[in-house]
């Protein structure tokens, strides 16, 4: 699975940013498609994700605030960013979890930086 994320860039706080990640390759199986980030020093952690069947979980810190969203058509998932605070600011990946066999695989994209400053 290949996953190619974009959308990140520098924002005002307050302002809105969207995350876009598309996987290829080996898409079957896909189960769970998210976005995690990763602030300098911190350890990652999940931001939103959203199942195939349309279930979604955030993280509390952006509930409210961000929205994930999915399209199975285009193997897709978006991170729809608003009111973005400076600790937003992060290296956003996305992640995609498959199931085969009984067993979970997760693969990530390569991180794209979100940076809310002013």
């Known amino acids: 699975v290949q996953l190619q994320a974009s959308g990140g860039g520098l924002v005002q706080p307050g302002g809105s940013l969207r995350l876009s990640c598309a996987a290829s390759g080996s898409i079957f199986s896909i189960k769970v498609m998210g976005w995690y980030r990763q602030a300098p020093g911190k350890q990652r952690e999940l931001v939103a994700r959203?199942?195939?069947?349309?279930?979604?979980d955030y993280a509390d810190s952006v509930k409210g605030r961000f929205t994930i969203s999915g399209d199975n058509a285009k193997n897709t998932v978006y991170l729809q960013m608003n009111s973005l605070k400076p600790e937003d600011t992060a290296v956003y990946y996305c992640?995609?979890?498959?199931?085969?066999?009984?067993?979970?695989?997760?693969?990530w994209g390569q991180g794209t930086l979100v940076t809310v400053s002013s």
């Open positions: 959203i199942t195939i069947d349309g279930h979604t």
């Open positions: 992640n995609v979890r498959r199931m085969v066999a009984g067993a979970s695989y997760d693969y």
